[in-house]
């Protein structure tokens, strides 16, 4: 493969490696938040998964829903604890105590040093509530509810600037599903109401749940035509697993997120293209992840039992699961002039790369770590990746590349740092990397996860499968590096690089 700094696809949008977290399950309760825990601040927030989550180096995190947003009343979780109503979560089929709401999220937000997303409810509400909400979110004071958000302890603006206009909308799981034209004009309308109190807001409008859906395609083409000029982002949604162990297809999952980009965009566009607007809308993939759907369906409980944070879609790790995770990660770079934001669904507990014990541990999931490294060393500009060799044989895909990566180049520190997956389940592969337009100084760091025990999973006390470890094979060549990707395996390469173009 061939590496230059004056190839440029983007700036890599720091809104990439962000998050998801909802009222579902045990994300938020015992997850983010569990007063009486040994290492509790004063707000009840565990400070061992805020360090966790520092070090995973979330950017964003999207809140409340998903689906649980679709039948959310936002009033319910703000106020005195101790007034606040407890509701039943349609969603999940869960009691919804309240203790934990905008207030919380927003202070802890603070704590962790991320940027949050807020959801609006287009489910079983409107437009007069999202204006609400953005009022009690963002006003300074002087009016009812930004006086509210003062009282209950905030004196200042939250200033959130991302908002999804609701979740799925075309899911027929969803609260208040809408048909595509309903929804669009519903986002339209909301959209023109939020701007009237911040024109610079930018508003997510939700596109097909899944590449799946029997309405794909159609539906955001059917939304974009109604709220084209009112949104700024269309949503995506994707979840991989494998299929019948077909390892071989299930390693190459950033294959669909691929294909899934580009032929959303290409939607996006042919709408603009219609409306003779130079406008470009671009794309928030703000849920993807592995999720073994097929061993924990996302059908909640039913009866008359309604508990309170149940343990939910819990699913555990395997190394593979990060190598996939790695690849996903090289998909959302390499596309990274359309997509401007991402979230992986989710932080904790909940298909997360960070599980907590009630009471005890938090621990690193194998899929934290090609996410934290990603994060913290993906930086400066994504370069296009000009590659030449062999491929492989997959039953979903076809032939494809059997080595996928994506770089990227700081000029500021002038490190180059490539990102590879070896997509091929028995054979290791001999990359030769190299960079033109630039002198080379000397490796940083390889470091690979993968290539053995491709089913160990972390646990809370054992030890932990996928930190990466030294790739010794990387060697410097005159103008390259040559390095050997163990089968089934992600590596990151980080090369001391000085920009010789002008």
């Known amino acids: ?36 825990h040994p290492t509790a601040d004063a707000d009840g927030f565990r400070r061992d998964v805020l360090a966790l989550v520092r070090e995973l180096g979330v950017t964003t995190v999207r809140y409340p829903g998903g689906n649980f947003v679709s039948s ?18 349609l969603a999940w089929h869960s009691l919804e ?16 040093d991320v940027d949050p997303i807020m959801a609006v409810n287009l489910g079983t509400r409107g437009t007069a509530e999202a204006v609400d909400l953005l009022e009690y979110a963002n006003h300074r004071g002087g009016s009812h509810l930004a006086d509210q958000r003062r009282d209950n302890g905030a004196a200042d603006p ?40 911040d024109p610079d807001l930018e508003l997510v409008a939700c596109g097909s749940s899944h590449l799946g ?50 032929a959303v965009t290409a939607i996006a566009d042919s709408v603009g293209a219609i409306r003779r607007s130079t406008k470009k809308i671009m794309i928030a993939f703000d849920e993807w992840n592995v999720w073994y759907q097929s061993a924990a369906p996302s059908n909640p409980p039913s009866g008359e039992d309604w508990p309170v944070a149940p343990p939910l879609l819990e699913d555990h790790y ?57 994060a913290r060393h993906a930086r400066g500009a994504v370069l296009d990746v000009l590659r030449e060799g062999s491929t492989t044989s997959t039953d979903r895909f076809g032939e494809i590349d059997a080595v996928d990566a994506v770089s990227t180049w700081d000029d500021d520190t002038g490190e180059m740092t490539v990102f590879l997956v070896n997509r091929v389940v028995t054979t290791p592969a001999e990359v030769t990397v190299d ?28 030890p932990d499968h996928a930190e990466p470890r030294p790739n010794g094979t990387a060697r410097s060549a005159d103008t390259g590096v040559q390095l050997t990707l163990p089968p089934a395996s992600w590596t990151m390469l980080r090369l001391r690089a000085t920009d010789v173009t002008t």
């Not at 493969?1 to 983007?10: E, H």
């Not at 959310?72 to 979560?89: I, N, S, T």
């Not at 083409?221 to 019948?244: F, G, K, N, W």
Request: hydrophobic residues 40%; charged residues 25%; proline residues 5%.
């Open 1 to 36: 493969m061939s590496l230059d700094p004056r190839r440029r696809v983007a700036p890599v949008p720091r809104r990439l490696f962000g998050s998801f977290v909802e009222h579902l399950g045990r994300c938020v309760y015992t997850g983010l938040y569990e007063p009486g």
């Open 72 to 89: 959310y009343r936002w009033e319910d979780g703000v106020g005195p604890v101790d007034q606040r109503p407890a509701r039943l979560d």
């Open 97 to 112: 105590t309240n203790e934990f709401g905008l207030d919380e999220f927003m202070r802890w937000v603070g704590k962790a």
């Open 158 to 197: 939250y200033g959130i600037t991302l908002w999804c206009l609701g979740n799925e909308m075309d899911g027929p799981w969803q609260v208040g599903q809408r048909s595509a034209t309903e929804y669009g004009r519903l986002a339209s309308q909301t959209a023109k109401a939020m701007r009237r109190f």
């Open 213 to 262: 859906m029997p309405t794909f395609g159609a539906w955001e083409r059917d939304v974009l035509t109604e709220a084209y000029d009112d949104v700024d982002l269309i949503s995506l949604h994707a979840y991989y697993q494998p299929v019948d162990d077909d390892l071989a297809s299930f390693l190459a999952s950033a294959e669909d997120m691929d294909r899934y980009i580009d």
């Open 318 to 374: 395997s190394v593979a699961d990060a190598v996939v995770v790695g690849g996903l990660l090289i998909s959302l770079l390499r596309h990274s002039d359309r997509v401007t934001a991402a979230c992986q669904a989710q932080l904790v507990n909940v298909i997360a790369p960070i599980m907590t014990e009630p009471g005890g541990a938090a621990w690193r999931q194998t899929i934290f770590h090609p996410f934290a490294r990603t």
């Open 435 to 462: 960079v033109t337009g630039a002198r080379l100084a000397g490796i940083i760091e390889c470091v690979t996860v993968g290539g053995t025990d491709l089913h160990a999973k972390n646990t809370a006390d054992g």
